[in-house]
């Protein structure tokens, strides 16, 4: 049987491995899984509420564990690893709540009802920046609609997956939860097999090979596809707020994060002073191995990664961005902290997501510059407006998903998760998110 390692980031070791799912054995989990929804279906979402929050409670004693997993397997500084434990495990009993209140039945008319039905067998697929909060926000729903799930993680982070399936599993009956791990060998066979929805985190060059797949059986699909999110900071901005933001936002996870704000566009009147307070925050910044206590900017996830943002520098320079701190050569596994001006749009980092520590400005004379700018992109997954007479005004006016202003995307309380054009197809979080991981049905007479 073969086998997947997983590797620190940091130094190359060998964290661990798991046996490869290979192609010939999706099949026969996804027959299992479908013994297992059928009783899991007839289950109230009362009852299925009752499990979940059981299950979870299962992963309090690992919450170290698993946050030491997620550090060693893609890198994250151990205290962000602990907040995304943490905040999984804790936020299971209102998440479930939140979601049996979503797929209630409706009354329609005098003698109707609208239900929401489990579809059958769902597909999750996660990605590695978050590999326990992501695969998390996509499978709890599906379970929670009576459906099963196999989880794909990402192969770069199996571990932690392996150790949280196992987890919910000491509760959730046999064949209900599944794990398959590999390859895009594995997500491919998972994806053209018989199950009745695919729920993705990941590039959209991954997103389409999905939806050709998915198309001869007409399956379901939700699918977050990564962002290149813009800033737009106007000249009565609180610049030291903007400035701060900017940065926490572009640095957060190393920059690997797709709402990570990567393309700034700054009025040339404050200009200067922004690009001063930017570098002034920047330079806070402390990179290391993930397990030193003042870190916050760990290695970057696998040298693939670290390779596509020296390309994206190099590119920058050779186009004629200016440096204000960092260069465009970086040994293994490292980031530093980078600030460059002088974005243009011929350069990638506009063009693609960048997925590093890196903050990239340019300058505009008029705002319809800086809007034009930033909706000419095939991603619109975030934005953000930093700003106070018009800011609202300029957000109205952005092609994105999820628009923050003076303060970051996400929105507030039971908000969708929900990405525009090329960012997104479908989806989750919110009543409406959660209901897409079921079937409605409506009961007349």
Avoid at 20 to 25: D, F, L, Q
């Amino acid at each position: 049987m073969s086998r997947l390692s997983s590797y620190d980031p940091y130094n190359q070791e060998v964290v661990g491995d798991v046996a490869i799912t290979e192609a010939s054995e999706i099949a026969p989990m996804v027959a299992q899984a479908r013994l297992a929804q059928t009783p899991w279906a007839a289950l109230s979402l009362a009852a299925r509420q009752q499990q979940l929050t059981l299950a979870y409670q299962q992963l309090v004693p690992l919450r170290d564990k698993l946050a030491r997993l997620i550090s060693r397997e893609m890198g994250k500084d151990l205290r962000r690893a602990s907040y995304e434990a943490g905040g999984t495990i804790q936020s299971a009993a209102y998440f479930t709540q939140e979601i049996a209140a979503a797929l209630a039945p409706e009354p329609l008319g005098r003698h109707g009802e609208l239900q929401y039905r489990p579809l059958g067998v769902v597909a999750v697929i996660s990605p590695w920046n978050y590999p326990l909060a992501m695969a998390n926000n996509l499978l709890v729903p599906a379970l929670m609609a009576g459906n099963a799930v196999i989880l794909k993680p990402s192969e770069q982070t199996p571990l932690v997956a392996e150790e949280f399936v196992n987890g919910l599993n000491r509760v959730l009956p046999p064949g209900l939860l599944q794990i398959a791990h590999g390859d895009e060998t594995t997500g491919q066979a998972l994806v053209q097999a018989d199950i009745n929805m695919i729920a993705f985190t990941g590039s959209i060059e991954a997103g389409k090979h999905i939806m050709a797949n998915a198309a001869s059986g007409l399956k379901r699909l939700v699918m977050e596809l990564g962002g290149n999110d813009p800033m737009i900071v106007m000249a009565d901005a609180d610049l030291d707020a903007a400035a701060r933001f900017a940065v926490a936002s572009a640095f957060e996870n190393a920059g690997q994060m797709c709402t990570s704000t990567e393309r700034i566009y700054v009025d040339a009147r404050i200009a200067a002073e922004f690009e001063s307070k930017v570098l002034t925050y920047a330079r806070q910044y402390q990179v290391g191995p993930w397990d030193q206590a003042r870190v916050n900017i760990g290695p970057l996830a696998n040298p693939a990664q670290h390779q596509q943002v020296l390309l994206q520098l190099k590119d920058a320079r050779a186009k004629g961005a200016r440096f204000l701190l960092g260069s465009d050569d970086y040994p293994l596994p490292f980031i530093q902290p980078t600030v460059i001006s002088g974005l243009s749009r011929e350069m990638l980092l506009e063009q693609d997501e960048t997925f590093g520590p890196v903050v990239a400005i340019a300058h505009f004379e008029h705002i319809e510059q800086a809007i034009q700018r930033a909706n000419d992109s095939r991603y619109g997954l975030g934005a953000v407006v930093f700003g106070r007479a018009t800011a609202n005004q300029v957000a109205q006016q952005l092609d994105a998903g999820m628009i923050g202003i003076n303060q970051g995307v996400g929105g507030s309380g039971d908000a969708p998760w929900v990405g525009a054009k090329q960012s997104g197809f479908g989806f989750h979080g919110s009543a409406a998110g959660h209901r897409q991981f079921a079937q409605v049905r409506v009961i007349s007479g």
